[in-house]
């Protein structure tokens, strides 16, 4: 049987939270990113969180948003 990463992810969703939670670490820091990169993309996911649980900010639809992201990369000089 070959192994999907949808294979990995049934089977990782029955581990416990914080086994996950371990599982999420260890694969992020497999990916070499800078420890400052990721802290600023937690804060600001924190950030942005808070805005949204605050009423400041309004969730948009994946597609919706995926789209708009393809045309500001398109109109880009």
């Given amino acids: 049987m070959t192994i ?3 294979n990995i992810l049934e089977e ?4 416990s939270d914080d086994s ?7 694969l992020i820091a ?4 800078p420890a400052e990169l990721l802290g600023e993309q ?6 942005r969180m ?3 649980d605050g009423g400041q900010s309004v969730e948009i639809p994946g597609a919706d948003a995926h789209e708009l ?3 500001t990369l398109r109109n880009r000089p």
Avoid: N
Wanted: proline share 0%; net charge positive; no cysteine.
């Fill in 12 to 15: 990782a969703l029955l581990l």
């Fill in 4 to 6: 999907t990463v949808a």
């Fill in 30 to 33: 497999s990916t070499g990113t």
């Fill in 42 to 47: 937690a804060r600001l996911a924190a950030e």
């Fill in 69 to 71: 992201a393809r045309q």
């Fill in 50 to 52: 808070r805005a949204l």
């Fill in 20 to 26: 996950r939670l371990d599982l999420a670490e260890r």
